[in-house]
């Protein structure tokens, strides 16, 4: 039982480029999230899906797609990546719906310049 | 989801007990209190949740004030592990988003030899 993995651990872009950042959760959760963190602030929703086929906005999702074909995965895209969107991103999986324990993946350090 | 307020940092000696605040004067009776803590270059990770009793696990005790618009996270130990920072959350038990996590700055608590 692997929990939440996100793949790139470390990424560098130049601005305009596109890239897709990974997550995969292997304990059958329906919903998953991604958040990012700023230097020395907490975490930010930017999307979150419910369930296979189901996704929706978070407080930031400017800049970023998702998409979620099937329980396992949600990847993360940047379209046309930009210097603000350089963070860490953080996917995390649900345990369940009223106990709200969420499961975070290790991040994803993005560099954009 | 209503707001918390809680200390900037605190500082604690090892082995000792460790009381962190949290302010949540507007919560809202389905509003569950969560407990998260992040160390250094990590997802961040569960530490204990609750709506209206105290409650206690393996990592820490919350006690919730009996309006329920304060609580407090103790950890009875603590030891150089649990230098992170803890982040008090709210989630509306009830809502359609009910995985999402609302985080604030936290507190950043330093744990001394």
């Known amino acids: 039982n692997a929990g939440v993995t996100q793949t790139p651990k470390f990424q560098v872009l130049k601005t305009g480029q596109s890239m897709t950042l990974q997550c995969a959760q292997d304990?059958?959760?329906?919903?998953m999230s991604w958040y990012r963190q700023d230097p020395g602030m907490g975490l930010r929703l930017i999307h979150y899906s419910v369930g296979a086929g189901i996704t929706d906005q978070g407080e930031v999702p400017n800049g970023y797609n998702v998409s979620r074909s099937t329980t396992e995965d949600f990847p993360l895209r940047l379209l046309s990546a930009a210097p603000s969107q350089t963070s860490v991103y953080f996917c995390?999986?649900?345990?369940?719906?009223?106990?709200?324990?969420?499961?975070f993946g290790p991040g994803t350090r993005l560099t954009v310049t | 989801d209503a707001k918390t307020t809680q200390p900037n940092s605190m500082e604690s000696n090892e082995e000792e007990p460790v009381h962190l605040p949290c302010n949540h004067s507007t919560i809202s009776g389905t509003d569950y209190i969560h407990w998260y803590r992040q160390l250094p270059s990590q997802g961040p990770e569960y530490v204990i949740h609750g709506l209206t009793s105290n409650v206690n696990n393996r990592m820490a005790s919350l006690a919730i004030a009996e309006d329920r618009k304060s609580s407090t996270l103790i950890l009875h130990r603590a030891t150089l592990r649990d230098a992170a920072v803890y982040y008090c959350?709210?989630?509306?038990?009830?809502?359609?988003?009910?995985?999402?996590?609302?985080f604030g700055k936290g507190t950043k608590l330093s744990v001394k030899p």
């Open positions: 304990m059958n959760h329906e919903y």
């Open positions: 995390a999986s649900v345990a369940g719906f009223l106990t709200g324990e969420q499961y």
């Open positions: 959350i709210l989630r509306d038990g009830w809502g359609g988003s009910q995985g999402n996590l609302i």
